[in-house]
């Protein structure tokens, strides 16, 4: 049985993307696991190499914050989790991650006031159909629009 992938990071398109995971593990008993990257190639051009490993730092503790938080919204479902954080370029990373894991399903949050492209070419999109051709693994866009929807339609 593979595994539900939940690539996070921060903003409403990650919450989003978590509460998907979250609701497709519980619906089809599969594992989960969230996973952030620090790509530490971001910083190369903008940051002296004094700061550059205090940078490193700072992100890889965002990013143990932000899969705590994922974690317990998890609990809050009561779903158990698992969390990992990698170092390296985002989709090299995802790509090798979900191939480790042999995952089934990777989750990915847009970033806020992206919108479906009908010729998926926005970077989301993109990077969506990379990972897919180098893995096989379905990959899935979930918009912070659509858990809004969802949320405001369930409160009626």
């Known amino acids: 049985m593979g595994s539900i992938v939940c690539a996070t990071r921060g903003g409403e398109g990650s919450r989003a993307a978590q509460l998907a995971a979250i609701a497709r593990a519980k619906a089809s008993d599969k594992p989960l696991i969230f996973l952030y990257v ?3 190639h971001s910083l190369d051009d903008e940051v002296d190499d004094n700061l550059r490993d205090a940078l490193l730092a700072e992100l890889n503790w965002m990013g143990e914050t ?3 938080i994922a974690q317990k919204r998890a609990d809050a479902a009561y779903l158990g989790t698992e969390v990992r954080i990698r170092r390296g370029n985002v989709r090299e990373e995802i790509v090798r991650f979900v191939k480790d894991v042999k995952a089934d399903t990777l989750i990915l949050g ?4 992206t919108t479906a492209n009908v010729f998926g070419d926005d970077a989301i999109e993109r990077l969506a159909e ?9 990959v899935e866009i979930i918009r912070p629009d659509r ?3 969802k949320s405001e339609q369930s409160k009626r």
Do not use: C, E, F
């Open 38 to 40: 620090v790509d530490p």
């Open 66 to 68: 932000l899969l705590r």
């Open 110 to 113: 847009a970033p806020r006031g």
């Open 130 to 138: 990379s990972i897919r051709q180098q893995t096989a693994v379905t």
């Open 147 to 149: 858990i809004k929807i």
